[in-house]
């Protein structure tokens, strides 16, 4: 079963950028899709981007225009650029993968450890 794990979180300030990454144990392909997830302390986990093994994109209002998620298939790793960042953007943030209507719910059976992001105003 192909992994995915990641990485690229941190502490930056608000309007400032970074990159998360999801790097697959195996083939990005044996993704229908990916999504990027994030959590808040005491809210839902919600998805906040998503992409196709098309390559075709879709973003939650709130990060519309702000994030931009990506895949490299040779590094069978997908990204999220993020900028113009704001302290609500500040949860623990997650990829997961699979058939696509399971990534527009969100209903896996097992998450990763996610990355930190902090955005200080």
């Known amino acids: 079963q192909v992994q995915l794990v990641e990485s690229g979180g941190g502490l930056v300030q608000a309007g400032g950028s970074l990159r998360l990454s999801c790097a697959a144990s195996?083939?990005?392909?044996?993704?229908?899709?990916v999504g990027w997830y994030r959590q808040a302390p005491g809210n839902q986990r919600e998805l906040v981007a998503r992409?196709?093994?098309?390559?075709?994109?879709n973003y939650a209002d709130s990060v519309k225009g702000r994030f931009t998620i990506s895949r490299d298939n040779a590094k069978n790793t997908v990204y999220l650029q993020m900028t113009s960042l704001k302290p609500e953007d500040t949860a623990v943030y997650y990829c997961?993968?699979?058939?696509?209507?399971?990534?527009?719910?969100?209903?896996?059976?097992?998450w990763g450890q996610g990355t930190q992001v902090t955005v200080s105003s």
């Open positions: 195996g083939s990005i392909f044996d993704f229908n899709g």
């Open positions: 992409i196709t093994s098309t390559g075709t994109t």
């Open positions: 997961n993968g699979g058939r696509l209507t399971r990534v527009v719910s969100g209903n896996f059976d097992s």
